[in-house]
T-cell receptor, first 109, second 115 residues
């Protein structure tokens, strides 16, 4: 079993819909990251969380440390949001990140 | 502009040949990383370096080698000992201070194909 599980694997939405991507992990962590990978392969860091909630524009990330779960929400989705969204966790004291397999989001106009 | 560059974007190699992938950053970051991405899998760590002249093996270091002679540069050599080298390779660096501490910044990647 992967230490970081994301759901769903694939998600198709219509423009304007509210999107939720989930991430569950099985280890103690010091931080959780949400990343966005564009079709060309480049990766951009969206959020780093250790507790609570963060918001940037139409993106919201939440984390529940007790339940070992995080969600990434996209409000008023747009075709330019189409990408692979990746969850990654850093275990306490470790230099390494452990990555989920990603959620491929397609937003249709 | 500050950032991470990787070259080349696409690389083709014959079996049995070593090949070196370039990674350069001008972000003044101490830590640098090499990841491998295969279809349907999460990124896997090959090597990382927390400081110049020092580096550690990641989870899949066999068949790879690195050097860190300068803070800005962390080249990855894929050797002929790597059994399945065809993959997408990503380099990253990490900010160790300030407001963006612990954020990893990724390069655009190199797609290596072994013919």
């Amino acid at each position: 079993k992967n230490e970081v599980e994301q759901s769903p694997q694939n998600l198709t939405a219509q423009e304007g819909e509210f999107i939720t991507i989930n991430c569950s992990y099985s280890v103690g962590i010091s931080a959780l990251h949400w990343l966005q990978q564009h079709p060309g392969g480049g990766i951009v860091s969206l959020f780093m969380l250790s507790s609570g909630k963060k918001k940037h524009g139409r993106l919201i990330a939440t984390i529940n440390i007790q339940e070992k779960h995080s969600s990434l929400h996209i409000t008023a989705s747009h075709p330019r949001d189409s990408a692979v969204y990746i969850c990654a966790v850093r275990q306490g004291g470790s230099e390494k990140l452990v990555f989920g397999k990603g959620t491929k989001l397609t937003v249709n106009p | 502009d500050g950032g991470i560059t990787q070259s080349p974007k696409y690389l083709f190699r014959k079996e049995g040949q070593n090949v070196t992938l370039s990674c350069e950053q001008n972000l003044n970051h101490d830590a640098m990383y090499w990841y491998r991405q295969d279809p349907g899998q999460g990124l896997r760590l090959i090597y990382y370096s927390q400081i110049v002249n020092d580096f550690q093996k990641g989870d899949i270091a066999e068949g790879y080698s690195v050097s860190r002679e300068k803070k800005e540069s962390f080249p990855l050599t894929v050797t002929s000992a790597q059994k399945n080298p065809t993959a997408f390779y990503l380099c990253a660096s990490r900010d160790s201070g300030g407001l963006t501490r612990d954020t990893q910044y990724f390069g655009p990647g190199t797609r290596l194909t072994v013919l």
